[in-house]
């Protein structure tokens, strides 16, 4: 059964939102949402990476009280910025080298660069192992790579390992 469909909730629910947004019950939109179930969850199955396996459960609750404590400093940072205008804005780019190769530790901090107002994570190059980082209030760029590789990444190695 897991052969033909992997993820049976998600077709389900993709189905029903078929059905909700054609808005019709007809036979052709049920072979329809059935057939375009049956492809996402089979696309869903390819993407999806190998299990994830964690290696301090407690480093979890360290980096979420960091990652939340920091979206908060930078939220009230941006604001400050925008503003106020004490100075002239320099936004640029920053080069970040990474030790971190896990996909799930990767995404993990995507999200947590992109979630923390005034950065944003542009590009990641696995040949190099670096991310392109883009920073609204760039001072020192090597501040902005020892601050994410001390704060985050080490905790996500902690977890996820390399």
Do not use: C
């Amino acid at each position: 059964m897991r052969r033909w469909l992997p993820h049976p909730l998600l077709a389900l629910a993709l189905f029903a939102v078929w059905l909700l947004l054609t808005q019709s019950a007809s036979p052709g939109q049920i072979v329809l949402g059935l057939v375009v179930a049956l492809i996402a969850t089979h696309a869903m199955a390819a993407l999806r990476p190998g299990p994830v396996t964690i290696g301090r459960p407690t480093a979890i609750l360290k980096l979420t009280g960091i990652v939340i404590a920091d979206i908060i400093r930078s939220n009230f940072a941006v604001a400050s910025t925008i503003l106020f205008r004490r100075r002239e804005r320099i936004s640029g780019f920053v080069d970040l080298p990474l030790e971190l190769t896990n996909p799930h530790g990767l995404a993990i901090l995507g999200v947590i660069i992109t979630a923390t107002p005034g950065s944003l994570w542009i590009e990641f190059d696995r040949n190099r192992s670096s991310v392109l980082i883009h920073v609204l209030d760039l001072v020192d760029e090597d501040q902005w790579v020892r601050l994410i590789k001390h704060r985050y990444e080490t905790l996500l190695l902690e977890i996820f390992g390399r």
